[in-house]
């Protein structure tokens, strides 16, 4: 079975500073997908940003990026001019590649982003 | 851009009853969710369905528990008894067919149901 492990429960950030959000994960897979949702206080769960782990090279949306590191099973997000609507928690989540695979999330991380 | 949509937004039962939450996926899409998020934790796993019958069920998804797809639109999570600790916030998910390119083709969430069990 498949865990993913976010160790830091809160995190804060200045407006227009930058933020990297940890996550691990453990698998035996060696092909799967990694996701960070976002949910703010209407809590939404709305996709952010996405990784498969075939490719090495890292994903990135505008100010959203991830640090992939396969070997290590660690997938952090960095956002980038963080703004006061990416106040949020965030949700690390790992799919397998199977068509019907579901998503397994980690217990989330709350970001505040300070005017 | 279509939507999955969830209703009611927020349901109050009594402990014991019965209730249906039901979900509008996107309507191209063969595979449906339901996750469960308990105030303050994390969204967990409760069951996947497709081509009209469950795919994987959690430990969670118990006998109290069953889904239905009634119409070829909806897709419904009914509880039969409510217990307390059934209060949550309850998604639904949905993703399109093929199982080629998973990553063009992420679950999209719908906004989800509050329930509260008294």
């Known amino acids: 079975a498949q865990t993913v492990t976010q160790s830091q429960p809160e995190m804060s950030v200045q407006e227009a500073e930058t933020v990297t959000l940890s996550c691990t994960y453990d698998t035996s897979e060696n092909n799967y997908y990694l996701f960070w949702y976002k949910q703010p206080p209407s809590r939404q769960m709305i996709l952010v940003i996405r990784q498969e782990a075939y490719k090495q090279q890292n994903a990135t949306e505008n100010r959203f990026s991830v640090n992939f590191q396969k070997a290590a099973k660690s997938f952090s997000l960095k956002i980038s001019d963080s703004q006061l609507g990416d106040t949020a928690m965030y949700f690390c989540a790992f799919a397998s590649t199977g068509a019907n695979s579901k998503l397994t999330f980690g217990k989330g991380i709350t970001l505040s982003v300070r005017p | 851009e279509p939507e999955v949509t969830q209703t009611p937004s927020h349901q109050v039962t009594q402990m014991g009853q019965e209730v249906i939450l039901r979900c509008v996926p996107i309507?191209?899409?063969?595979?449906f969710y339901w996750y469960r998020q308990i105030l303050g934790q994390k969204v967990e796993f409760l069951v996947s369905f497709y081509n009209n019958e469950i795919s994987e069920k959690s430990e969670i998804f118990d006998d109290q528990f069953s889904v239905e797809r009634p119409d070829g639109s909806n897709f419904t999570l009914k509880i039969r008894s409510t217990k307390l600790e059934d209060s949550a916030m309850y998604f639904c998910?949905?993703?399109?067919?093929?199982?080629?390119?998973?990553?063009?083709?992420?679950?999209?969430f719908g906004d989800g149901t509050r329930l509260s069990i008294l």
């Open positions: 998910a949905s993703r399109p067919g093929t199982a080629i390119a998973y990553s063009n083709q992420p679950q999209h």
């Open positions: 309507s191209n899409h063969l595979y």
